[in-house]
């Protein structure tokens, strides 16, 4: 492929050394297809980091870079066989030390966001959240006290947080190594949840405001997911809330 102006999406060179060895192992003992050498593997990943900071249509992907037929195959494959996760926890944990924290978190927050869903999004997926009077889908983050995701779910935005909630302790529960023994909540999630964590080994606590605050007014450690929600809303494929459950891609969510 010939050399081609630079994206703000793309890869940096630092960037691309930390995931390359992953994806030269797994195209190393991936069966052979005919996408497979056609294309390098870092402009595989860069093509898709474009769509996913975009949001366009696959088909409709800039001309120099890999096309549909080659991008969408290795994000469909990384996404099936766990490739995107494995590059997600690499990161996060590399973060967290970087940070002079352990791999795996102690704590977590738990949080939700009613958003308008994408034109074609399949309104059997769909509803209305009646507290926010918002159409569209609920999404939930779980984070670490860094901001990282740590799990995250998708729901119709008529489904209520607890349900969200139970759906995000599950992930918490077996994931990031089963560290996990406490997470925080607003008082959107109920007692529901709170007796969820406790059969899983979580103490969840709900942070209540004070009632004598107005306004938007930062939470200590809960702020945390709102700031990881305002660094997601860069990225459109994640903002037109998709099918998937999986975290976006990796380099986001490295994020604050």
Partial sequence: MSE?????????????????????AWNRHRSVSGHQGRYPMREIVNSILYQSRTGCQWALLPNDLPPKSATYYY???????????QIHELLRCQVRERNRRLEDPTLVILDTQSVRAATGVPAVTTGKDAAKRMPGRKRGLAVDVLGLVIAVTVVAASVHDNAAGIALLDQVAVGAGGSVSKALVDQGFKNQVVTHGAALGIDVKIVRRNPEERGFVPQPKRWRVEQTFGTLILHRAWSATTNTARPPPPHASTGP
């Fill in 75 to 85: 994000f469909a494959a990384w996404r099936d066989d766990g490739t995107d996760q």
């Fill in 4 to 24: 081609r102006k630079p994206y703000q999406s793309d890869l940096s060179d630092e960037q691309w050394v930390l995931i390359e060895p992953v994806l030269t």
